[in-house]
């Protein structure tokens, strides 16, 4: 069975527009093990797995926001998603009368997660979701293509055999099919969407900007930059990292490589969090020490930084990103956010962890840090977590003692915030899950 799977039974029903009236059907909707569509009908006092809607809007919304889809993330845990955000990823938006499963949709670049809740048994309608996730569930991004191909392709067909052709939904999946079909084309669309906007909602010349940066950055780092420096940035579109290229930062070579430091390539089907903790383990054994705290002066030293020049380090006002960018000389000028000291360790050990993510044959060796929620930010977060405060070494330090106290002392003792300290422990089962910013993102992203 496959992770995801949209289903419809066609019944030819209601007075409405053609293609509304003749795509007319049950759904059902799954994902994981879990029928999102599995309702009560208030009026009928029955409970179904399945819900009588028309395919002809779902569709149209997937078409319509085909790109966002693909390559829009989640916003910063610290900002609230905007309605336009809301509307591109959010299922309901597909609305035309019907009510829809709460379902959210984002890619975290490699996957795409989907997050639902049951509908709120306050509200007065009168078909009520059952059925939601505890976990998102996640579909490699090529399947999840397909299966939304699919589906807009069954829903063509099906106009097409009863006589409704040359729709609205029609000519927008065909351009958006020449689109996807065009290198250049594809790269444009790929760009807006990464900064938030809609298909030619971007003004050209920031799409050209954009691209240029991407060739002296690296397309995957700016794509890692490009959601928080696009639409919403308070500086304008890509103007942050501009300014920062603009500057002269922390001067510093890696140089764990040159010392025999090696990283086997990790399985695909493991989760970011997993291979990070293996190459923080990896790190740790190479340092000759597994259990315990590592001084700020041996972090630098692995990135090849003066300890001097990151506390003399003053960053941006109101940065937002964290990057290091190669020069001619072989050097990376690293660029900080964080100004506390605790922080700014969880900071540079997530520059040590992308630098390990990083093609080495490249000849311009990028790193760019986030507050985003995408894969590669989050073998970041989970492997400075396991570098600065090891599973094994912080269980040891607790001897079974779970307190607030306790837990505090060992956060002083690793130099690691309360949350780093917290979220490990509940990931890993030791004290049950809490509002913290865990690192497996086991809750609904807002």
């Not at 938006?93 to 809740?117: R, Y």
């Not at 709120?120 to 569930?137: E, F, S």
């Not at 938030?196 to 950055?217: H, K, M, Q, T, Y």
């Not at 330090?397 to 917290?422: G, M, P, Q, R």
Request: aromatic share 8%; hydrophobic share 40%.
């Amino acid at each position: 069975m496959p992770k995801l799977d949209f289903t419809f039974d066609w019944e030819g029903a209601g007075k409405d527009s053609p293609e509304i009236e003749l795509s007319m059907g049950m759904f059902q909707l799954t994902a994981g093990d879990a029928c999102l569509t599995r309702n009560v009908d208030l009026w009928a006092k029955t409970v179904k797995e399945k819900v009588l809607v028309s395919a002809y809007p779902l569709a149209t919304w997937l078409a319509g926001n085909w790109w966002r889809l693909m390559h829009e993330p989640l916003p910063p845990q610290s900002l609230k998603p905007t309605a336009n955000w809301r509307m591109a990823h959010e299922m309901a938006a597909a609305d035309h009368g019907f009510l829809w499963p709460n379902v959210i949709m984002a890619t975290d670049s490699e996957k795409m997660q989907i997050w639902a809740k049951p509908s709120n048994p306050d509200t007065g309608q009168a078909i009520k979701y059952l059925n939601g996730l505890t976990v998102p569930v996640s579909i490699d991004m090529k399947d999840f293509v397909k299966i939304i191909d699919n589906f807009i392709d069954n829903v063509l067909s099906r106009l097409d055999a009863t006589g409704v052709k040359e729709t609205d939904l029609y000519h927008l999946w065909n351009v958006t099919l020449e689109e996807r079909a065009g290198a250049e084309s594809a790269r444009y669309r790929k760009t807006e969407a990464e900064m938030g906007f809609e298909p030619d909602d971007c003004p050209e010349n920031i799409v050209a900007d954009s691209i240029e940066l991407a060739v002296r950055l690296g397309a995957g780092n700016l794509s890692e930059l490009a959601p928080v420096c696009g639409k919403l940035s308070a500086k304008g579109p890509l103007q942050e990292i501009r300014e920062l290229l603009a500057t002269r930062g922390i001067k510093g070579r890696p140089d764990f490589l040159s010392r025999g430091f090696s990283v086997a390539e990790a399985s695909a089907r493991y989760q970011p969090w997993y291979q990070a903790n293996e190459r923080a383990r990896q790190t740790r054994k190479m340092l000759a020490n597994p259990s315990e705290a590592i001084p700020t002066q041996t972090i630098c030293d692995l990135l090849g930084l003066k300890a001097d020049d990151i506390n003399a380090w003053q960053p941006l006002s109101r940065q937002q990103i964290s990057i290091a960018v190669q020069n001619d000389d072989g050097f990376l000028d690293f660029f900080p956010r964080k100004k506390h000291p605790t922080a700014r360790r969880f900071e540079l050990a997530r520059f040590i962890g992308d630098y390990l993510l990083s093609d080495q044959n490249e000849c311009a060796i990028s790193i760019a840090c986030t507050d985003l929620r995408t894969c590669r930010q989050k073998f970041q977060r989970a492997y400075a977590a396991e570098l600065l405060c090891p599973l094994n070494g912080l269980i040891e330090f607790l001897d079974n003692d779970f307190s607030e106290s306790a837990i505090e002392d060992a956060a002083n003792h690793y130099e690691v915030s309360l949350t780093t300290v917290t979220s490990i422990l509940a990931n890993n089962g030791f004290i049950p899950r809490t509002e913290v910013n865990d690192l497996t993102e086991g809750s609904l992203p807002y």
